[in-house]
């Protein structure tokens, strides 16, 4: 096996100095600060569904210290209007002239918090700022400054007064994440770090341009084609799963995985590795991550649901029948 490359050890070394800081504020939560941690290196949008108070805003502020990166929160509500997220024009008497007064949306990470609180029309304007990294405003385009991620947020308690979030957008999210209560133990920590002891200072270790050389880094992780295949072939079961012998769940999916699905994928697994510290994706990277990937690509059916099946169980049953035909990359 070729030896990794020293810029590659070095980076996982700085990642992991990140994610020192960044726990020094947050209790628990290791699955999600890695998963956040991915979304940043692959410069992909993440979704993050939980009751209120799990520390949501917290994390992503606290990374944005810790990354040395602009932070902006915005609380979605259903009179929101676009020009309140991305900006609008306003007339300047003193000049006689219009000026651009750009939006919160201007940062280099969003917090889009209960975005399913917010009408069509809101979630529209997010959504070119989303795919095309840019804004329109007055037939004027501006561009976003990168590195640019939404982490939005959804309330799985409260359902009155909310809209849900077309396929269209969902779609763009590299992940959705559940997030769950802290243990009995990880409450007591929490209690005495924001109750009892004094405030913890966090250091900025890695700057925007190492960040951005990062992502390139993370973009030159090499995958086996046997590995991409895998990919594939796991997309492509969701969409068509008769045609790999799994009629068990043919009637259970409506609608399979789009090919972002087998991007992003790819995409995590590669930041996946470097935060290891490899300059190449093993199949375990795939692994640790495609359920977080593929949740949100997936719409069951009316028999599915009746059938009490989930994302979860679905992916199980093609993932069995698939990996063992594809050779592991050691």
Known sequence: MPEIKEEYIEASKKIES??????????????????????????????????????????????????????????????????????????????????TILG?????????????????????????????KQVTISKKTHKLDEPFIVLATQNPIEQEGTYQLPEAQIDRFLFKLIIGYPSSKEEVTIINRFCIEEKAEIKKVISKNELLEYQRLASKVYVDPSIINLIADIVSAT????????????????????????????????????????????????????????????????????????VNSILTVILSKLKPSISRVK
Do not use: W
């Open 104 to 132: 919160p949306i201007f940062a280099n990470l969003v917090l889009a918090d209960e975005i399913n609180r917010a009408p069509a029309k809101v979630q529209s304007a997010l959504l070119e700022a989303m795919q095309e």
């Open 239 to 310: 969409r068509f799963p008769r045609d790999y012998n799994l009629d068990k769940i043919g009637d259970h999916i409506s609608f399979g995985a789009s090919p972002r699905a087998s991007l992003n994928l790819t995409k995590a697994a590669k930041a996946l590795a470097l935060i290891k510290g490899r300059d190449y994706v093993k199949q375990e990277d795939v692994d640790n991550i495609i359920t977080d990937v593929l949740r949100h690509r997936i719409t069951l059916s009316y028999e599915g649901i009746m059938a009490k099946e989930t």
């Open 18 to 99: 990140s994610l020192y800081e960044v726990k020094k504020v947050i209790v628990g939560q290791d699955y999600i600060l890695e998963r956040v941690l991915i979304g940043l290196l692959a410069n992909g949008h993440i979704l993050l569904e939980g009751p209120p108070g799990l520390a949501k805003t917290l994390i992503l502020k606290t990374f944005s210290e810790v990354f040395d990166l602009s932070f902006q929160r915005v609380q979605f509500t259903p009179d929101l209007l676009p020009s309140d997220l991305i900006g609008t024009q306003i007339y300047n008497q003193k000049n006689s002239e219009f000026e």
